[in-house]
């Protein structure tokens, strides 16, 4: 069966497609899967068995006859399913009934750990240089992200307005506000944009604006079926798999982290002039606070 079945990326739409062609056993797991993707995500290919009475070895050649390599990547399927689908609600509630009490700390900053790892153990290291050429070479870099992306927009605003003095932050905007302040990108500007799930339709639509003005577009999101890469030039992608209704947000912010010390390297002689001269700035109005050393707190790490 598997030669025949192609997926189109969506695993509900797959499996409903996939159903009339599936034994008695295989039926019970796509109807599982239908309905409790939300729990089946971390399920090991034994206990989805059981829980709908099928034995492991039929669960692992159901993943295969569906066109996985078996039933790890199948539960990544589900995963991302996860991610994109399930609403704020249904994330606390998977949370709360998977997580013990007193194992929030470890389980949380254990998975960050672990999406950073994973994140730079995938990441395209030549889109991430091709991103930086192009963020050099911009007229203009504009910054957009919405909801808690737009703090990772904030972060890197912050820092590029030390290293361009052609930094434009798009905040958040509703209607056709966001499409206004796109309407001065040009061809020979820079838009990176940051979008992880629940993906917004208000950062598709600008997304896609912009690379229509012939703009390059650079993303920083969790996947390459995320609906802006399509629009984008360069895509990094940085795993970000909810373990609450809390966005994981460490992963992308150690790639803008790197974006910005890279930049910093390649500028090094205009940046140690910048920073020259607010550092005479930062004394003389006693902007930071005196320490036991003289130098702590006064220059932001780049």
Not at 112 to 137: H, P, W, Y
Not at 166 to 172: E, G, K, T
Not at 235 to 254: G, K, R, T, Y
Request: contains cysteine; hydrophobic residues 40%; negative net charge.
């Amino acid at each position: 069966m598997h030669h025949e079945f192609v997926r189109s990326g969506d695993l509900l739409k797959d499996l409903e497609a996939a159903m009339p062609c599936l034994s008695k056993g295989q039926k019970r797991i796509a109807a599982y899967l239908l309905e409790h993707y939300d729990k089946a995500a971390y399920m090991t290919a034994s206990a989805l068995g059981e829980a709908v009475g099928v034995s492991e070895s039929t669960v692992v050649r159901f993943a295969i006859e569906l066109g996985w390599d078996g039933y790890p990547q199948l539960q990544e399927a589900v995963r991302e399913t996860v991610r994109v689908r399930l609403t704020t609600v249904q994330r606390v509630e998977a949370a709360n009934d998977r997580i013990p009490e007193d194992e929030i700390l470890s389980t949380v900053l254990t998975a960050d750990a672990e999406k950073i790892q994973t994140t730079l153990d995938t990441i395209d290291r030549e889109a991430f240089r091709r991103s930086v050429d192009l963020i050099l070479g911009a007229r203009h870099i504009y910054l957009m992200g919405m909801r808690s992306s737009a703090i990772l927009t904030e972060f890197m605003h912050y820092y590029f307005c030390f290293l361009f003095d052609n930094v434009r932050l798009i905040r958040p905007a509703s209607g056709s506000e966001i499409f206004e302040r796109l309407m001065k990108v040009r061809s020979d500007d820079v838009i990176i944009a940051i979008s992880f799930p629940r993906y917004t339709t208000g950062i598709v639509h600008a997304v896609e604006y912009a690379k229509n003005t012939g703009a390059k577009v650079i993303s920083i999101t969790d996947s390459k079926s995320s609906p802006i890469v399509p629009f984008s030039d360069e895509v990094l992608i940085a795993q970000s798999e909810m373990v609450s209704f809390v966005d994981s947000l460490v992963a992308p912010m150690s790639i803008i982290n790197a974006l910005i010390a890279y930049i910093g390297k390649r500028k090094q002689g205009e940046i140690l002039e910048t920073f020259g001269r607010l550092e005479q700035v930062w004394q003389e109005y006693n902007v930071y606070t005196s320490s036991a050393d003289g130098n702590k707190d006064k220059m932001p790490p780049l």
